[in-house]
């Protein structure tokens, strides 16, 4: 179910990876309730999401298997060792009372798990590192553990009176821990190592057990016990083989949906920016007229201020396409200071520019306009060494309007200003 889900996620992002391309973020004309971001973020492209196939292969704790974008690439594996840790202070105490309760009758409690609790301390010490050494010292330390529970079985078979009660003395707590052990190594580990370390361990637990067993005084049947209970191991070690492989797809399937969604928000932004000034290009732009004139109203005006640059071709063939560029990029950095966070600053094209300004009026856009053309001069001379003025038209929307007569009008009015002289705001009543 867990792969499923992980899967239909992946298909999920894979379409959106196409669908967000319509409208910023998937609001403005697809929800008509809901205001579309329209500050002009320009965001940069992260760090290239690896290809699902460098994400299997490793075990969980050792920081390799990259559960998806926007984590760090440890932090899966800090979260599985705290829950290994968690375990141990959970299994502290139940240790300590088993001490006060059975140490007077059992020796390898009572000398045997002091030392053990110490040593489950450390461990957990280890798992909480976030150091690339912790999971080699914790792996060192689970080595530890397993010779440990080795050497408890073997010990208590010896001192047992015959097979039937050193059989019976294995039970619970020996044989528990080594199914524990397993577990731990499949999280340490990659499934294809947890697999030959926990089968040669299950060989040694089984191995030694049976050869411990065959000293004692009817061992006949504890030792096909033994035998069953090293088959036993060999099923769980493959049960958490199988679990470790569904782990490791759905990895993949939860990194290809991070990495489907890295992809669709670096397509939004090429859909939607323009690569030169990191505004917003005109598909941006003509949405959102379309979406502002579907909202203005006597409680929300919007207005449009369009700029031309005055004779910017002679900037081009006189100072270099270069600076040119440079000119654009200054306009860009001035005007995104001027104007409003909720405006929309876009280039629509060559010299031209666009600023969508909804709550206000076209007195007040004409007073936008007007701050736009005494900053940019001054700015691009001390950028390019050249002073380029700009002509501007304004306009407010009309309810309903389309984009593209929102700006057949008010390129209209930028034409005028031009026309009578440029370096100047004509509105319609202008």
Request: net charge neutral; proline share 5%; hydrophobic share 50%.
């Amino acid at each position: 179910m867990t792969i499923v889900a992980a899967q239909a996620l992946l298909r999920d992002h894979r379409h959106r990876a196409w669908d967000l391309g319509r409208h910023d973020g998937g609001r403005g004309p697809t929800a008509p309730g809901r205001q579309p971001d329209r500050r002009v973020v320009v965001v940069g492209v992260g760090e290239p999401v690896r290809r699902s196939s460098e994400v299997g292969g490793r075990g969980l704790m050792d920081g390799h298997g990259a559960p998806g974008a926007g984590r760090q690439p440890d932090e899966l594996a800090v979260l599985a060792r705290r829950v290994v840790a968690l375990g141990i202070a959970v299994c502290v105490p139940v240790l300590i009372g088993i001490w006060f309760t059975d140490a007077r009758n059992d020796p390898w409690v009572r000398w045997g798990y002091p030392p053990l609790l110490v040593f489950l301390a450390a461990f957990a010490w280890v798992l909480l590192q976030r150091s690339r050494w912790a999971v080699r010292a914790a792996l060192v330390t689970l080595v530890g553990l397993e010779a440990w529970w080795v050497l408890v079985a073997v010990g208590r078979i010896a001192e047992a009176p015959d097979a039937p009660s050193a059989w019976a003395s294995l039970v619970p707590t020996p044989m528990l821990d080594v199914a524990v052990c397993l577990i731990v190594g499949f999280l340490f580990q990659a499934p294809r190592t947890a697999v030959l370390h926990g089968g040669a361990y299950a060989v040694v637990v089984t191995g030694s057990i049976a050869a411990a067993l065959t000293r004692q005084p009817d061992a006949g049947d504890s030792v096909w016990l033994a035998v069953r209970y090293g088959v036993y191991l060999g099923v769980f070690i493959g049960l958490l083989y199988v679990l470790s492989r569904a782990k490791e797809r759905v990895a993949a399937a939860v990194a290809e949906a991070a990495a489907a969604d890295a992809t669709a928000s670096r397509m939004r932004e090429m859909a939607y920016r323009d690569e030169l000034t990191g505004l917003a290009n005109r598909r941006r732009l003509l949405e959102e007229l379309g979406f502002q004139a579907g909202l203005v109203g006597p409680g929300h005006p919007v207005s449009v201020v369009y700029l031309d640059l005055d004779h910017f071709k002679a900037v081009n063939d006189g100072l270099g396409h270069a600076v040119g560029d440079r000119v654009l990029q200054v306009v860009a950095e001035v005007a995104t200071t001027v104007v409003g966070p909720d405006d929309l600053l876009a280039r629509l094209g060559g010299e031209e520019f666009v600023v969508v300004v909804p709550g206000t009026d076209q007195t007040g856009a004409v007073g936008l306009a007007h701050r736009l053309r005494e900053s940019l001069p001054a700015a691009i001379e001390a950028a390019v060494g050249e002073r380029v003025t700009a002509s501007y038209g304004v306009v407010a929307l009309v309810p309903g309007e389309s984009p593209a007569e929102a700006l057949r009008q008010v390129d209209g009015l930028m034409y005028r200003a031009k026309a009578a002289g440029r370096d100047r705001v004509v509105t319609v009543e202008g």
